[in-house]
């Protein structure tokens, strides 16, 4: 494609420096590097007309870790790790909050449930058994017991009772987030380019020179935020993994309020509104949902509409309105991968099923990453 004189101009020279990504990293590191360098040029190419990963997909759980996902990590990583982990996703919804602000995003904190099926039943009372050392575990960060057990007030069917309740699990707006975090990224001067993809990048003589679908351009500063489709650009240990959800129309009288975790996180849910978000069933066929292909799958949207029929509505009518899914970057650790590529080039990818949490502290970090101690 043939740019003209002005287009090359106003768009895409002196560059200070490039993302790669508009989901909430590469907007947060965009708006620290605004608010650090106020004169800095800073462009975001999107492959998308609208972010297309997992930042407008995802299920606006504002979680730190269901008590089984916290046993889980304590099997394979020290104490001092696995606390970090929560203390680290716990402060990293600060900056969002500061960043976007409660009433922009409905951010509410309803509480998180975590349940079991009937047949699961040892995993229920090994989780029950082991909350007062978790709770114990975590009081240096939340100061009182985080997990507490509660009745079935839901009705939910085939399941094992108690359920595992935690007060201090929130649920934002997925869509107001993001729109009020482009927002904020085009009022502080960043730009943005949709539906440009990158293709290769090479970081030579002081400059990165980046070629994309469209045309080709310098930069001084490269920063990869492409999180599940790192993998295009040689960054090994991050997997695509996509994440296949539903809504319901609106069910009249819904009693159910929260955000929920089944099956060791396999599967989730939560209301919006007086709708049922129902995501999950990557664990029926984890081989081909390591894929960037966004679309569904019979297998997967039909369990998660049979959990919605026999367990989650038994006695409810409904009907689905909307199917989707979207990809998260995953690997062996759940920390994300922040790195240097190369003198130039940086990357904050690899942001697992924890991005609403962690995500804006990581495009801060991935913004100190690329401007070092300027
Ligand atoms: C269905 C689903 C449910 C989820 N639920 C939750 C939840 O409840 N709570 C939670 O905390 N997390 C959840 N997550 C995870 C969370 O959404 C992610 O961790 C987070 O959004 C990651 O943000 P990101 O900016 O790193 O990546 P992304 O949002 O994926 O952004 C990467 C961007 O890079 C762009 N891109 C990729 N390659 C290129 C290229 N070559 N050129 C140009 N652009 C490119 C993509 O289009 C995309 O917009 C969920 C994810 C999914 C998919």
């Not at 995003?105 to 029950?128: K, L």
């Not at 007086?274 to 664990?283: A, K």
Request: net charge neutral; with cysteine.
């Amino acid at each position: 494609m043939n740019l003209s004189y002005w287009e090359q101009q106003s768009w895409l020279t002196d560059i200070d420096y490039t993302i790669i990504g508009s989901g909430i990293v590469g907007l947060n590191a965009a708006l620290h590097l605004r608010s650090k360098f106020p004169k800095a040029r800073v462009l975001i190419l999107e492959r998308g007309f609208l972010p297309n990963g997992a930042s407008t997909k995802n299920a606006g759980f504002a979680c730190f870790g269901s008590l089984s996902e916290i046993l889980d990590d304590l099997e394979n990583q020290s104490e001092e790790i696995v606390v970090n982990l929560v203390r680290k996703r716990l402060a990293g919804l600060e900056p969002l909050r500061q960043t976007v602000r409660d009433q922009h995003m409905d951010y509410h904190v309803w509480g998180g449930y975590e349940f079991f099926a009937e047949e699961d039943e040892g995993s229920q009372a090994y989780c029950i058994s082991r909350m007062p050392e978790v709770n114990e575990l975590l009081k240096p960060i939340f100061h009182e017991d985080v997990f507490t057990t509660r009745g079935n007030k839901f009705s939910f069917k085939k399941i094992k009772e108690p359920l595992i309740y935690n007060k201090f699990e929130g649920q934002i707006n997925t869509g107001k987030m993001m729109e009020t975090l482009l927002h904020k990224v085009y009022s502080a001067g960043v730009k943005i380019l949709n539906n440009v993809e990158v293709d290769n990048f090479s970081d030579k003589n002081g400059l990165v020179e980046v070629n994309t679908d469209k045309f080709r351009m310098f930069t001084k500063k490269l920063l990869i935020a492409s999180n599940g489709f790192a993998s295009k650009f040689g960054i090994q240990g991050v997997k695509p993994a996509r994440a296949q959800v539903l809504v319901t129309k609106p069910i009249q009288d819904l009693k159910i309020k929260g955000t929920f975790h089944m099956d060791k996180g396999f599967y989730y849910f939560r209301n919006i509104e007086d709708r049922i978000l129902f995501g999950g069933g990557r664990n029926l066929d984890l081989k081909g949902e390591e894929t960037t292909e966004m679309v569904q799958t019979d297998l997967i949207q039909n369990r998660l509409e049979d959990l919605l029929r026999n367990t989650i509505l038994p006695n409810t009518p409904f009907e689905i309105d909307q199917r989707w899914s979207g990809i998260m970057g995953v690997g062996d650790t759940k920390a994300p991968m922040l790195k240097s590529i190369s003198a130039n080039v940086v990357c904050g990818v690899r942001l697992g099923g924890m991005g609403v949490a962690i995500g804006s502290l990581t495009g801060r970090e991935l913004a100190e990453l690329a401007t070092g101690h300027d």
